[in-house]
């Protein structure tokens, strides 16, 4: 047996601490300009709706779906520096492209269209990073690591809007470079602040990452996609094939997950407007501050999983994730007798001294079209009647909803990286990259079609129908993890190389 060196433990740790940077940049990325978009879409293309801001959300997802199965492939076969400089340069242009949507005379809005598809193409050397960390790592440091990972991903999503709060600062207007053409305001910084760090990061891939592959007892190898950079070691002992019905059980499990958390970000802010009466600003201001606690419980999660997974092991604490997560959007269910306030009532109530007496007597279903005078400026408040759910179904009560969120914040990050760690320990030691690029591409697919179930069954059926099939999809995920428990199990132990 090749015993590991302390130089080769040092530089392979380094290496991985590189990855879980490149992730949470990554994460970054994305999240920082996401309360940004829509203003700034209004601002430089006055044709752009808030259908058009939906396909701008879910581009990001479908560029990093298309990427990420490539990128695995790439890193399969050729030394892994290459997919990640490639992406991540990729990254760097689109944030470039997106802060100059505005210079355009026409077609602004498919320009940023574009730009956010290709800051989601660039995304998508998550495959590759996580397909590095399994293959770096031995089957005792693995949940730890992916742990990690997920912990900076994380991180990453909860200080991206952080950034973007900063930079408001700056204001509307900003700087205006002219020989650059550049305006820098809280709109472009953000995106040319994820430029910088991607550079950065494109920095600390030439000057400290190193290819490095480790067998499930941590013994060094040599990995087919290593170019030279490893020393004297074992040929890789990966005989046996791998357990596909286990792959493609995990595979929809993850997309269930990320599933269920995208329709629950969504639904954060229609929900509370319809349910509380609050106006846009409280709503995007009250669930950023619940979507922050929720990702520093999560990442207070992620430090707990590492030490629970290895009393009980990884399986156990899947199947408690997602019971959590039925809990949670069990309670989510509206139960009580209160129905929401209509936003008609609103509207009448604050127009009645303005209104002739026939508009007064008007059936209410033509109240919403009553148009209300120009020096009026609050903006209508409660569950619009457009939704004919709002006449009876009972509204869910402030304390349901956070308890809900706590629950959700509490099972979402341990089924998150519970399925992560199963995944590579059941693949075993051959490349992981074209799998981890499957599994990132069904999670993408599942934030794309989070946000189109809550458009649709939310605003037509409500929170009953929504929340009903939300429950019911995870009751299905937790017999199908019932029905292929005893295989999710690691690659080395199904062959009986090692005891479990």
């Not at 790592?137 to 693995?142: V, Y």
Request: with cysteine; hydrophobic share 45%.
């Amino acid at each position: 047996n090749v015993v590991e060196t302390q130089e080769h433990y040092k530089s392979r740790w380094r290496s991985i601490w590189i990855m879980y940077l490149t992730m949470f940049l990554s994460s970054v990325g994305f999240s920082i300009v996401i309360m940004s978009v829509w203003p700034y879409l209004q601002k430089i293309d006055p044709t752009a709706d808030a259908s058009f801001l939906g396909w701008i959300i879910a581009s990001y997802s479908i560029g990093q779906m298309v990427a990420s199965p490539l990128f695995g492939l790439w890193s399969n076969y050729r030394p892994r520096r290459e997919p990640l400089v490639i992406s991540t340069a990729i990254s760097v242009a689109a944030n470039c492209l997106y802060a100059y949507v505005h210079v355009p005379h026409s077609h602004n809005k498919y320009y940023m269209l574009t730009a956010r598809a290709l800051v989601g193409f660039g995304a998508g050397n998550v495959a590759v990073v996580r397909s590095y960390i399994a293959g770096a790592t031995s089957l005792t440091e693995r949940t730890s690591a992916m742990a990690n990972t997920s912990a900076c991903q994380a991180v990453g999503f909860i200080l991206g809007p952080v950034f973007q709060t900063c930079f408001t600062l700056i204001g509307e207007e900003g700087v205006t470079w002219k020989f650059l053409c550049l305006q820098l305001n809280m709109y472009t910084a953000p995106v040319l602040f994820g430029a910088l760090l991607g550079v950065i990061n494109i920095i600390l891939i030439f000057a400290i990452f190193r290819e490095h592959q480790v067998d499930d007892m941590g013994r060094q190898y040599k990995s087919i996609n290593s170019d030279g950079e490893g020393s004297d070691v074992l040929d890789q002992n990966t005989e046996g094939s791998i357990d596909h019905v286990a792959v493609v059980a995990l595979n929809i499990l993850f997309f269930v997950i990320l599933f269920v958390f995208a329709v629950f970000e969504t639904i954060a802010t229609p929900l509370t407007m319809d349910m509380y009466s609050w106006t846009r600003k409280q709503a995007v201001f009250y669930n950023g501050i619940i979507l922050s606690v929720i990702g520093i419980e999560s990442v207070v999660v992620f430090m707990v999983v590492k030490i629970l997974s290895k009393k009980t092991g990884e399986r156990a604490i899947l199947h408690a994730g997602l019971l959590i997560v039925l809990v949670g959007f069990f309670i989510l269910l509206p139960w009580g007798k209160k129905l929401p306030n209509i936003q008609w009532q609103e509207i009448k109530n604050s127009s009645i001294p303005r209104t002739a007496p026939s508009e007064m007597l008007a059936p209410f279903w033509s109240l919403p079209e009553l148009q209300l005078p120009s020096n009026h400026t609050a903006e209508p408040v409660g569950c619009p009647v457009t939704q004919s759910w709002c006449l009876n179904t009972p509204m869910i009560y402030l304390a349901q909803y956070i308890s809900s969120d706590v629950l959700i914040g509490l099972g979402y990050p341990v089924c998150n990286v519970m399925s992560y760690t199963l995944y590579s320990k059941v693949l075993g030691p051959k490349p992981q990259g074209v799998y981890m690029g499957w599994l990132t591409a069904s999670g993408s697919g599942a934030r794309i079609l989070g946000p189109v179930f809550v458009s649709q069954i939310y605003t037509h059926l409500g929170p009953r129908w929504a929340f009903s099939l939300i429950c019911g999809v995870v009751v299905v995920s937790l017999l199908l993890l019932e029905i292929v428990y005893k295989r999710l199990i690691a690659f080395s132990v199904r062959y009986g190389r090692m005891q479990e």
